[in-house]
């Protein structure tokens, strides 16, 4: 299940866990990459932030809109 997550981006699917495991999924997916610039993360760095494509929610934090909503994260 989760090799089919991360080969289909925009595909929704249940995901369990917190909103670290949520985000690591993200930057997995998006091959730890930043999709805005395309700084590419190194070992020893800091992790890259996850944001929300609808700026709307990014001051929110709910769990479920953003495990059912994976593919509007980056």
Request: hydrophobic share 30%.
């Amino acid at each position: 299940m989760r090799t089919k997550l991360l080969g289909l981006p925009t595909e929704k699917i249940n995901v369990n866990g917190g909103l670290d495991f949520v985000r690591e999924l993200v930057r997995i997916r998006d091959n730890r990459e930043c999709q805005m610039c395309g700084k590419k993360w190194k070992e020893g760095m800091r992790r890259l932030d996850v944001h929300h494509l609808d700026e709307e929610m990014e001051s929110k934090k709910d769990i479920n809109y953003d495990r059912n909503n994976m593919d509007k994260l980056i």
